[in-house]
Every structure is written in structure tokens, then in C-alpha cells.
């Protein structure tokens, strides 16, 4: 089992940039698939990105270009580097984890408690 822990959220002015990191408990790190999703007030959980134990990467169309996922697993610590932010970007930003990489949030039984990303125009 992995517990994810997010931090490095904030406010940042649009088109700045923000690193995201998760990193999470376990030995067993290295096997898991790491995938951030986001939920802004009054919408859906959606996705954002994701990084599978072999760093096969996929991204939601809204960030691709902008934001790049990469994992340490040393460290046990998934990034997600966000350039040119737009405050459509605004939400709490969550990690996830589990053994099969996917879109959908049901895939994942293990999450973190979410990091707050302001984006101000």
C-alpha cells in the first residue's frame, strides 16, 4: 500500500509556474502508477496526468504542452511541473495511486488530501 502526500500548491499570477510534488509512503513505490487529478468549486474530479511504473506518461488535452509528470523513485516523489497557468487551472490539485494506469478517477483506491493552486489573472 502507498499513501500520498501532495504539496508545493499556492497562488500563483497567470502564466507562472507551480511544481506539484507527491510523494508517498511504501516500499513498494516504485510499482505504482502516480496520476494527479484536480477539482475546481462546483465541477467534477477531472484528470490531469498521469505516470505509470515504467514513466509511460499520459495528460488530460487541457494540459498537454504545459504540464510535465515525471517520478524519482528513489525519493518516492511524483512531480508535476505546470508552466504558463491560466486560472482555468484553479483547483485543489490531488495525487493518486494505484497499479493500473487510467483516466478515471474510480481507478484509484489511494489519495491524498489535495494541495491548493490559485491562479489569479
Known amino acids: 500500500q502507498v499513501q500520498p502526500v501532495e504539496s508545493g500548491g499556492g497562488l500563483v499570477q497567470a502564466g507562472g509556474s507551480l511544481r506539484l510534488s507527491c510523494t508517498a509512503s511504501?516500499?513498494?513505490?516504485?510499482?505504482?502508477?502516480i496520476a494527479w487529478f484536480r477539482q475546481a468549486p462546483g465541477k467534477e474530479r477531472e484528470f490531469v496526468a498521469a505516470i505509470s511504473s515504467s514513466s509511460t506518461t499520459s495528460y488530460a488535452d487541457s494540459v498537454k504542452g504545459r504540464f510535465t509528470i515525471s517520478r524519482d523513485n528513489p525519493k518516492n516523489t511524483v512531480y508535476l511541473q505546470m508552466n504558463r497557468l491560466n486560472p482555468e487551472d484553479t483547483a485543489v490539485y490531488y495525487c493518486?495511486?494505484?497499479?493500473?494506469?487510467?483516466?478515471?478517477?474510480?481507478?484509484?483506491?489511494?489519495w491524498g488530501q489535495g494541495t491548493q493552486v490559485t491562479v489569479s489573472s
Open positions: 493518486a495511486a494505484d497499479r493500473v494506469i487510467s483516466s478515471r478517477s474510480k481507478t484509484y483506491d489511494y
Open positions: 511504501g516500499r513498494s513505490f516504485s510499482i505504482y502508477v
